[in-house]
């Protein structure tokens, strides 16, 4: 009897000793994931963190073309981006009506959508074999939650858990309703001194079909160069008005540098070496070193094929670029010394949405006589530039590559119509030409 409660008793303290251990065990903790900090909106492309990368929105015919659709047809934009962050996050949009200077239109939601005015985003995947990981996101419009029914300048917002003010992207688009034809040419400048570094667009707006009683207040034209928004140019003063016609061909009007070709780099390929590359290696990330830039500040202009300041996602060794296709740092040296004394060096291309700010900066090396930074891009092939801004704010967008009037440039043509009584501007003319055709 005594053997057995001695037995009794050794498996009660085992027992209570398990309890023990059971109960010192520390809980897993769960892992807390920080919001997207407030932001306020900027009527710009911008991405408002920097874990936002690779942002495009392009007309879904063909990739990274100019963002516009016609009103009510089967066109849709499609909108792509990574979020470096990687994890569970809920992401939403919306669209704002802007006028022709990107200011927001005096209408409401319910006036130019035809359904909900928000929706979630859920086309979406995690990276697959990359060393950076990331979340794809994917998004068309419109679809069947919104869908404009009005046309002009749009906004689109992308933000976190519905808060509009965690922001995290905003991209600008343009729904078009035809109701005029425009008739464009690019020339030489008319200025004499400047017909070597500058070309002109000309153009008819041909509206038989449209009554345009004060062409001064009700008609707005804006002409891009290369899709860019920084050095676009807007009128709304014909030098001739006729029967059904407006001409613009004012002799100081519309004039845009010529500017150079733009670099590029090729990172394909994180295996192998292109004609941009001087090395590759791989730690927690892949670095690509570029070779270094020269100035092309010449009095001679050199062609070479380039995409007008595009970038494209491609991946060699992958299947699909879009979530497959990984993130590395590519360093950038340029050979030069300041243009002037006091100012900044910055690099610039789509992949930026041609923004100087900190990251686009480059620093200056005196005693190698280099400018030199590096960004961490997706691989593909990607088009930039280098612009100098000097300590008064004056950017010169030709001080490292040259300025030439036989440079290929695409120009893109908006034509916008406030109707007397209206409270927005429509979109009714969109036109693209390039210079050498």
């Known amino acids: ?8 008793s050794l498996i009660f303290l085992l027992l209570g000793n398990l309890s023990v251990c059971a109960q010192k065990k520390p809980k897993k903790e769960r892992k807390t994931i920080a919001s997207t900090p407030r932001s306020e909106l900027l009527y710009t492309d911008h991405t408002y963190i920097p874990e936002i990368k690779s ?3 392009y007309n879904a015919d063909k990739r990274q073309s100019f963002p516009v659709i016609h009103l009510g047809s089967g066109d849709q934009l499609r909108l792509q981006f990574d979020d470096l962050r990687a994890d569970n996050r809920s992401f939403y949009y919306t669209l704002v009506h802007c006028d022709a200077e990107w200011n927001p239109s005096s209408l409401t939601p319910i006036d130019y959508l035809e359904s909900f005015t928000e929706d979630r985003i859920n086309d979406y995947k995690i990276s697959f074999n990359t060393f950076q990981k990331y979340m794809h996101y994917e998004l068309s419009i419109p679809n ?4 404009p029914k009005l046309s002009g300048n749009y906004l689109l917002k992308v933000y976190e858990d519905g808060d509009q003010d965690r922001l995290l992207l905003t991209k600008r688009f343009f729904i078009l309703n ?5 008739d464009a040419v690019v020339t030489q400048s008319q200025v004499v001194r400047e017909r ?3 070309q002109k667009v ?7 079909g449209l009554l345009i009683q004060n062409p001064y207040q009700e008609i707005k034209v804006i002409v891009m160069q290369n899709q860019r928004f920084d050095t676009q140019k807007m009128t709304n003063v014909p030098l001739f008005i006729r029967n059904d016609q407006l001409i613009y061909e004012d002799v100081k009007t519309n004039d845009f540098d010529g500017g150079n070709e733009f670099r590029f780099f090729d990172t394909r390929s994180m295996r192998f070496k292109s004609q941009t590359t001087q090395s590759i290696y791989q730690d927690s990330l892949y670095h690509v070193k570029l070779f270094a830039d020269a100035v092309w500040n010449t009095p001679t202009y050199t062609s070479q094929f380039d995409e007008n300041g595009n970038f494209y996602i491609m991946n060699q060794d992958g299947t699909n670029p879009d979530y497959d296709g990984d993130y590395g740092w590519v360093y950038f040296t340029l050979l030069s010394t300041p243009p002037t004394e006091n100012g900044q060096a910055y ?10 700010d900190e990251e686009s900066r480059m620093t200056y090396d005196p005693a190698n006589k280099l400018y030199y930074t590096r960004l961490l891009l997706k691989q593909g092939v990607t088009n930039y530039h280098y612009i100098w801004a000097d300590a008064k704010g004056n950017i010169d967008n030709n001080a490292f590559d040259g300025n030439f009037y036989e440079t290929e440039n695409s120009y893109q043509i908006l034509v916008y119509y406030r109707q007397p009584g209206s409270r927005y501007e429509e979109l009714i003319s969109y036109s693209t030409l390039n210079s050498r055709k």
């Open 196 to 198: 070597d570094k500058r």
């Open 55 to 57: 942002v495009e929105l």
């Open 144 to 147: 069947q939650t919104v869908r």
């Open 178 to 182: 035809p109701k005029v034809k425009v």
């Open 347 to 356: 690099i610039l291309g789509k992949f930026n949405n041609y923004r100087k």
């Open 1 to 8: 009897m005594l053997k057995r409660l001695s037995f009794l």
């Open 202 to 208: 000309n153009f008819v707006i041909q509206h038989p």
